[in-house]
């Protein structure tokens, strides 16, 4: 769907003419900026039932509710602010406005601070009604601030509040472009990494493609859902939690990755470093992988993320080429321990491509990459041709750093995964791959039998209908 891109001063208008749509605002923190713009065009009174801030946290908990960890800028609070805003417009305006759409903006926020110490990240969110006397839709986002400046994110906020009232009035029956509309007048300057759409007019919207767009039009980086497809914000559930991440393609995942999983966590959580009761493990896939046979097959993403979703795994999906990237985005969140679980030939390309793109600055592209707190959990792999053992110890590392390699070993940078299953490594999921979509026997033997009987039933992966 081909659209002109507004600006946010047409945008606030084209509502506050449309005497369909009416409601009120709510801002905590730094989001003061989003009805100033509704005010400033004008016709202000056909929209706007009102706006508050409850700046102070006493008049705040008043109002919306202690939050029980003490946290203003999070997601509970968020939704205390559209429930009780909404629910006051249905009581004191339904009789006398019983022909217009309610809406409840809200959002809290914190701005960069003078000592740049925080970086800037909020909540916003639009309950909103498309009918008179349907039940209300929510979207409901987390954005990163990326201006370096306090004023210049104060106003990214009301750019990207404006965008997400026109958005959801708009472009509803098109999920993807509202999304792209988010970014209207904010190109790298806000990173969305949480988008979630829920309502009766949202229905028919899968919100695992919704994380899938948000990272394919630029929006993030990283996005984040749950086994049922729920969109997740690290900030709310991974927060001073240690983390394991296992990149792959999933397509399918086989009795390899499956034992590479294991293997690695029960390692992991047996670090001195690291508590049981606060670990939790991940699978990430990147779009690049994604988009290995070219174009990016939106059925071929759900199949994957099918068969994770129902083994009850987080998904990570992000357009972090390089694992440094994804390390950064992590450490962010207060996450004390980072553990990534990676086959060896894996690890010899990042050794070797870290080397041959950072002539000049080899420890500081290693620096990145291998910080205190990450480790890399090596799974071991077969050579082609001899048969032996490519592991972690064994790996062929450029001779001129092979001090730095040994380095990384010494002080358990890369470890070698422990407890591996010898008898399943001639296993591979490219070949597994073109088993199921050529209809050859014996795929089954190669995946978890959970995961073969799923494919089976649901006809994933281009399975052939014929026996």
């Known amino acids: 769907m081909s659209r002109r891109i507004l600006e946010t001063e047409q945008k606030a208008l084209e509502i506050n003419l449309d005497e369909r749509i009416y409601g009120a605002f709510a801002?905590?923190?730094?989001?003061?900026?989003?009805?100033?713009?509704f005010f400033q065009v004008g016709a202000a009174a056909g929209t706007i039932a009102k706006t508050m801030s409850a700046y102070d946290k006493t008049v705040s908990d008043q109002i919306y509710g202690p939050e029980?960890?003490?946290?203003?800028?999070?997601?509970?609070?968020?939704?205390?602010m559209l429930d009780h805003e909404y629910e006051l417009l249905q009581e004191r305006l339904r009789a006398e406005r019983p022909h217009q759409n309610f809406f409840a903006f809200a959002d809290t926020v914190s701005a960069i601070n003078f000592q740049k110490t925080i970086k800037g990240s909020g909540w916003l969110g639009l309950r909103f009604q498309l009918h008179p006397e349907a039940l209300p839709n929510d979207v409901v986002l987390h954005v990163r601030l990326l201006d370096n400046d306090n004023r210049l994110q104060q106003q990214a906020i009301g750019i990207l509040g404006v965008n997400l009232i026109y958005g959801c009035f708009r472009f509803h029956h098109d999920p993807e472009v509202l999304l792209q509309s988010l970014m209207d007048n904010l190109r790298d300057r806000v990173a969305i990494d949480m988008v979630r759409l829920n309502g009766p007019d949202f229905q028919g919207v899968d919100n695992r493609l919704v994380c899938l767009w948000a990272v394919k039009n630029h929006l993030t980086e990283v996005t984040i859902f749950g086994p049922g497809g729920i969109p997740l914000h690290a900030s709310e559930f991974l927060y001073k939690k240690s983390i394991l991440i296992a990149r792959g393609s999933y397509r399918p995942l086989t009795l390899v990755q499956q034992d590479m999983i294991r293997c690695a966590y029960r390692q992991f959580c047996a670090e001195p470093d690291v508590d049981p009761e606060k670990a939790f493990f991940l699978t990430e896939i990147t779009l690049d992988?994604?988009?290995a046979d070219g174009e990016l097959n939106e059925r071929d993403f759900l199949d994957r993320v099918e068969i994770l979703g129902a083994l009850g795994q987080t998904v990570?999906?992000?357009n972090c080429v390089q694992h440094k990237k994804l390390i950064a985005y992590f450490r962010d969140y207060k996450v004390p321990r980072i553990g990534l679980a990676i086959g060896a030939r894996k690890l010899q390309n990042i050794i070797r491509e870290t080397y041959e793109h950072n002539p000049d600055n080899l420890l500081g592209a290693f620096g990145e990459l291998f910080l205190r707190n990450v480790r890399f959990y090596v799974y071991p792999a077969r050579e082609t041709h001899s048969g032996a053992l490519l592991t972690a110890q064994s790996i062929r590392v450029p001779r001129e750093i092979h001090f730095l390699y040994q380095h990384l070993l010494d002080h358990r940078n890369i470890v070698d995964v422990e407890g591996f299953d010898p008898d399943i490594l001639h296993i591979y999921h490219k070949e597994v791959l073109e088993m199921i979509r050529h209809g050859?026997?014996?795929?089954?033997?190669?995946?978890?039998?959970?995961?073969?009987e799923m494919i089976?039933?649901?006809?994933?992966?281009?399975?052939?209908?014929?026996?």
């Open 27 to 37: 801002e905590i923190g730094a989001g003061q900026e989003v009805a100033r713009h």
């Open 289 to 291: 992988n994604l988009r």
């Open 456 to 467: 089976r039933e649901k006809r994933l992966f281009g399975l052939d209908n014929k026996p």
């Open 440 to 452: 050859k026997p014996g795929w089954e033997g190669k995946v978890p039998e959970n995961v073969a």
């Open 68 to 80: 029980p960890k003490g946290r203003y800028v999070c997601e509970s609070r968020l939704y205390k």
């Open 316 to 318: 990570i999906l992000s």
